[in-house]
């Protein structure tokens, strides 16, 4: 009995979060802290053009003025800014011409983190960019995208040679002076994945971009730009991970999406940051702006999300549907465990005629964390026949947990037709125990359990992450019940 | 196959079961009646190991295996099947994911591979006809919007599917229509065989008129006070179980 349980202890211990190691590389990081002239180092380090150090400055000189929100339900310890490092990159060459010129540790990394980065990528038919610290190290793929006309490239790259591109949209969808997160990230956005997707192009793979952060005491910056160009199709993957650190660590990015002209934007991400420890020591402070445009008449677009990382989630992937008869989704399932706490949703901003959106949030609390859903439904004047549907579902596991639900609603046309459901549950003892009467343990039927009831959720994942979403779910959890 | 000895077993401090003795022997189908409250489904609870009941005194034996020692799942997959009185409903999750993992661990622990999709699949439609199971049933989560009477059949059903080595069904009965209740019961007839063997929990001898018993035992205020065989449960049918508490109230006075 005594060695079983040993071996329980060891097995979720273990496990606890596999991602945690930490990668031993020649890393090239400027000074701590933050003013004009890490600014302008950044700048000249990625060899931007002048407009680029311009829209920096201006929201370096923006964030200044603002102070950190403090509206949503969570408890943020002080940042000290001036204590980061905001640019890191693996050594070696700046630029890599082919795979063979890449760190080996490096490309060590990516396989441990199951990350195709060459010939398994064809396999899967997944492009892929992978982003450690503040550098992106490899996109695959890019030849094969080429014939098609799609760019999907760093974003470093994509200011040297796409500069058109990105100074017509970059900070189109959110400005710097959005919100303060979103400010420091224009200031000082490492790199990031750009991606352009022509007219009537239906990307033939999935794209996909690894973020990982490895470098101590540095804060991660990306910065994610993709355009739907008229009747185009994509669909486009985000993973994250980081190594166990005592201290936290800060991320904060930017994705901005726009579609055109019936054009469909489907953007997918698996969250994983390291979410500190058992007593809540250490983990990745997660404060994301990510908000998509549905420009074009018919045009959608569809955030999906599964979030059991970072020790603090502050996130709301939101559309704006200006186009007639554009469409918004969003899928969440949002796990916290021991003390983590996310207060994450969705905005849906009706402007054109016969939007519609449709909110799925399904919250998992366990442990001592704390999971919050914020939502906001706004139907303009303009938006005749909007139509919204949200459910906003919350499972309790354990009795220490909280799950708290705040939607917010702004109808002004009267058209409009708006749904709002919302279910609070718990595990029960009784489902558990009728799994194990049949012969499944209890981590199983928590699994089997969880699974079910962010079903809606996962199936709107690409099928690998789907799989790859459920292991982590249940691994996220280990631990939590019995 | 089954030994319980001295039984006492409480929950939340007060004495449910006190001093239960009971074997069944493979081959065997035993009736438990008594009157609500006399702690019939508390003695399901212990042999399947629910945890809200403590067990203060005595010894179950399974197979030659101190019963008390396992977690539930490892009696179920030892063979112990329990038809829950009020069977849960599990959102979201299909009949069958739940059956097929279920089916799997079970093989597992007899040292059998898990089947195949395939493979389950055409057990699955095996199984169904036995009980005559609707095949959209099967298609939904589990237990999700079944009524009263399709759980119970979906119980039966599971018992089919993962061949348990002893069956208890605690009251299947209640909520059955006639015709439910005689397809249930051809079920459990057609499952039984010598090797196996069978607990059936009632308030009520109908059931017992479909599944005849070997012995049918009394439990009144957490004892056996009476066992005999099947014509026990027509006498008390009869005279209904006041009969019995006067004789039994009696003794003890």
Known sequence: ?482 | MLVIKNLHASIDGKEILKGINLEVKAGEIHAIMGPNGSGKSTLAGVLTGRDYIDVTEGEIWFEGKNLLEMDPEERAREGIFLSFQYPVEIPGVSMISFLRTALNEIRKHRGLPPLSSGDFLKLMREKQQLVEMDAKLTGRSVNEGFSGGEKKRNEIFQMALLEPKLSILDETDSGLDIDALRIVANGVNKLHSPQKATIVITHYQRLLEYIVPDYVHVLYDGKIVKSAGKELALELEEKGYEWLKKEVDTVIE
């Open chain 1, 1 to 482: 009995m005594a060695a079983e349980q040993d071996e329980i202890l060891r097995e979720v211990t273990g496990s606890e979060y596999k991602y945690g190691f930490v990668t031993d590389i020649e890393i090239e990081t400027i000074p701590k802290g933050l003013n004009e002239d890490i600014i302008r180092m950044i700048s000249a380090k990625k060899e931007e053009p002048e407009f680029m150090l311009e829209f920096r400055l201006k929201a370096f000189r923006h964030w200044q003025k603002m102070s950190m929100p403090n509206w949503a339900h969570l408890r943020i310890p002080p940042i000290d800014y001036q204590d980061i490092i905001y640019y890191a990159a693996p050594r070696k060459k700046p630029r890599y011409n082919s795979l063979d010129e890449v760190d080996p540790e490096l490309l060590e990394t990516f396989n441990k983190l199951g990350i195709p980065l060459e010939e398994q990528a064809h396999l899967a038919g997944v492009a892929v960019d992978a982003v450690m610290d503040s550098i992106s190290v490899k996109t695959t793929f890019k030849e094969t995208l080429a014939e098609k006309g799609i760019i999907f490239c760093s974003m470093s790259e994509a200011i040297r040679e796409h500069p058109d591109l990105v100074k017509k949209y970059l900070g189109s969808v959110v400005p710097y002076t959005d919100n303060y997160f979103a400010a420091l990230n224009s200031a000082v956005f490492s790199d990031g994945s750009f991606c352009y997707i022509p007219k009537g192009v239906r990307c033939p793979m999935e794209l996909s971009t690894y973020f990982r952060i490895n470098a101590a005491n540095t804060g991660q910056f990306e910065r994610t730009l993709i355009i739907a160009d008229d009747d185009s199709y994509v669909s486009y993957l985000e993973g994250c991970t980081a190594p166990m650190r005592d201290e936290n660590q800060l991320h904060a990015a930017v994705v901005e999406l726009i579609a055109l002209n019936n054009a469909e934007i489907k953007y997918s991400t698996v969250q994983n940051w390291y979410p500190g420890d058992k007593n809540g020591k250490g983990g990745i402070y997660n404060f994301v702006t990510k908000r998509g445009i549905c420009k074009g008449n018919n045009s959608k677009i569809s955030w999906t999300q599964v979030e059991t990382g970072s020790a603090i989630t502050w996130k709301y992937p939101s559309c704006i549907l200006r186009g007639d008869n554009s469409v918004g989704e969003f899928y969440s399932v949002a796990l916290t465990n021991n003390y983590q706490q996310a207060d994450t949703g969705t905005k849906m901003i009706h402007i054109g005629k016969n939007t519609r959106s449709r909110i799925v949030s399904k919250g998992i609390s366990a442990g001592k964390s704390n999971n919050s859903y914020r939502g906001l439904v706004k139907i303009l004047k303009t938006a005749e026949n909007a139509r919204n549907f949200s459910q906003c579902d919350s499972l309790l596991i354990g009795n220490n947990c909280g799950a708290h639900t705040f939607p917010y609603l702004e109808v002004e046309n009267p058209s409009a037709i708006v749904e709002h459901e919302a279910t609070t549950s718990k595990i029960g003892e009784d489902q558990i125990f009728y799994c194990n009467q049949r012969g499944i343990s209890t981590e199983d039927a928590v699994a089997l359990i969880i699974n079910g009831y962010a079903k809606e959720v996962l199936n709107q994942l690409p099928m690998e992450f789907a799989v790859e979403a459920q292991k982590l779910l249940q691994i996220s959890l280990e631990g939590s019940v019995g």
